[in-house]
């Protein structure tokens, strides 16, 4: 081999280790993007849930509360009290009934009965409001609890234009709806937000709304405590046309306050007929991190093509010295030079195939112990399909070889039908890996993994006419109910894309009720070496 060839052996695997870099830094980034997904999914659902069931919360409530004749003094009684104590962050519960202007001196008359600090109806700006000037109804908070807040009795909720808006939408919809944050003349220290809940007689008469009190700091800081959020986010909840927004949840990222890039998560939800959007903000710049897990790849894959090519010149340029002193034994070397480009061949092929098996095990959730038992097991079975075709002086390997104990687990208890085939050397390692890991799969959560459980391995040649097809299917049964998995590691990708694609051909995996199906269809010329007239029949 002449240096000129060395050289490009050096930077097509230079080239190779830059491709692979790339593709693991942007696989990298993607799965990452992922588990952090994961984490800020299930915060978010937790939040929701949370918050859905405050709006839960006020509509049971409400169901509950039989409004009085409007002439009753406190009508709320102790049921407002108890309440209260249904949610530990529930400020407080009020009755506003829809009461007509030329009813106000009634209305007045009760505050007064109920001995409220100011038995008057006003806004919310203290000023008194006269209810002839008016063309809608009143909405008056006419009782409150707890006790402290009954400064709000005799506030009119509709001179406020966004309470009023939320009041009617919860009359017209005969949903809970909720205002935007409010200082109330009761809770000036913090901003609050109301939740409406419409109330309606027998008749389907509206009767008013009964409003709940929320306190946004301890809500929303109360819902993201319930479940884990992503490590050192910050959480800003905005509502629909704020343009500031309602909450936000901030974390130390860094002791020496190093300004970090954020990668950014949006979830929205409705609230109360309200749009909620979340942001979380995670302290991670995975641009970064996938550039340097890729610049680490590459230095990898680089060092070891350069190894590989000094290694292989050291050996061609002894081969051209023992060739040089020993000149009658001309047809030994050219014997030898073969053999080294062969075994080049094959080493790089085997090297590759290595790789990438121990690279794609080390998936994300697993543990050390866990992806070193995976790659030994991967490993065997490439391990025993060379040792099967190195026996057969790498010319071609038996396909029914391939499906036994010595390769597959539990191999007795698969039933196995199809002509037997000679596999090249390429696809006999392939078949070997893909067989491997459907059986091991089927041993750790198929039907394998039961005593009753069976799985059957079923291959044909088509088309025997034209150009032969070669169909593979892989049927499990008995087994437990199978699930798709939440995440896709190499076992996932080596049946879907690895091994379609060294076939030239394609695949298909199904999650049955009954149990986990794959078929695989590949030309036929893709699996045995047509050179070989002696496999012509197969």
């Known amino acids: 081999m002449s240096p000129a060839l060395l050289t490009l052996l050096a930077a097509a695997g230079i080239l190779l280790s830059i491709y692979v870099a790339r593709e693991e830094s942007r696989q990298f980034r993607a799965l990452e993007r992922l588990r952090i997904g994961e984490i800020v999914d299930a915060n978010f659902a937790a939040v929701s849930e949370y918050l859905l069931e405050r709006v839960n919360l006020a509509k049971t409530v409400s169901r509950f509360f039989l409004p009085p004749p409007l002439s009753t003094p406190a009508p ?23 009461v007509p202007p030329a009813q106000a001196t009634e209305i007045e008359q009760v505050l007064r009965a109920s001995e409220a600090p100011d038995p008057t109806l006003r806004g919310e700006d203290g000023r008194p409001i006269d209810p002839k000037t008016l063309d809608r109804p009143l909405f008056p908070v006419i009782d409150i609890a707890p006790e ?43 901003e609050t937000l109301l939740l409406y809940a419409p109330i309606f007689d027998e008749a389907g008469r509206f009767l008013g709304v009964m409003g709940f009190g929320f306190r946004i700091d301890e809500l929303f800081r109360s819902a993201l405590a319930s479940a884990k959020a992503p490590a050192g986010a910050a959480i800003a909840i905005s509502s629909q046309g704020a343009s500031a927004p309602l909450f936000n949840l901030s974390s130390d990222i860094a002791a020496d306050n190093e300004p970090r890039r954020r ?43 350069l190894g590989a090519v000094l290694l292989i010149g050291f050996i ?98 698969i039933e196995m039908e199809g ?78 894309r690895i091994a379609p694609r060294d076939m030239a051909g394609k695949s298909e995996v199904r999650y049955e009720p ?25």
Not at 287 to 295: F, K, Y
Not at 514 to 538: C, H, K, N, V, W
């Open 76 to 98: 709320l009684g102790s049921f407002g009290t108890r309440a209260i104590g249904l949610a530990p962050d529930l400020a407080f519960v009020g009755w506003l009934p829809e």
């Open 148 to 190: 402290r807040d009954r400064s709000a009795l005799g506030i009119d909720a509709g001179s406020v234009p966004d309470r009023l808006r939320a009041i009617l939408a919860a009359r017209q919809s005969h949903e809970v709806t909720r205002t935007s944050p409010l200082r109330l003349p009761q809770a000036q220290d913090a």
């Open 263 to 305: 990668t950014l998560f949006e979830r929205t939800m409705d609230f109360g007929q309200g749009e909620l959007k979340f942001v979380y903000a995670v302290p991670r710049d995975l641009q970064r991190e996938g550039l340097w897990r890729g610049l680490w790849f590459a230095g990898t894959g680089i060092a070891m093509t």
């Open 316 to 413: 061609l340029n002894r081969a051209a010295i023992l060739s040089d002193e020993v000149a009658s034994r001309k047809s030994a070397e050219d014997r030898l030079k073969v053999l080294i480009h062969e075994l080049n061949h094959r080493v790089r092929n085997v090297m590759a195939v290595a790789q990438a098996v121990v690279r794609l095990s080390f998936t994300p959730g697993l543990s050390l112990t866990e992806i070193q038992r995976t790659c030994e097991g991967r490993l065997q079975a490439l391990a025993k399909a060379m040792s099967i075709l190195t026996a057969s002086d790498w010319k071609s390997v038996s396909l029914h070889s391939l499906v036994s104990e010595d390769i597959l687990p539990f191999a007795g208890r």
């Open 419 to 496: 002509p037997d085939i000679a596999l090249r050397a390429r696809s006999a390692q392939t078949f070997a890996l893909l067989l491997y890991e459907l059986a091991t799969n089927a041993a750790k959560h198929g039907a394998l993994s039961v005593p009753e459980g069976r799985v059957t391995l079923q291959w044909r040649i088509d088309n025997l006419g034209g150009d032969p097809l070669f169909h593979l299917h892989w049927k499990e049964s008995g087994g437990p109910v199978v699930e798709a998995p939440s995440r896709r590691g190499f076992g996932e990708l080596l049946v879907r």
């Open 514 to 538: 009954g149990g986990f199906e794959y078929e695989l269809q590949a030309p036929l010329r893709e699996l045995i070496d047509t050179r070989t007239p002696s496999q012509a029949p197969a």
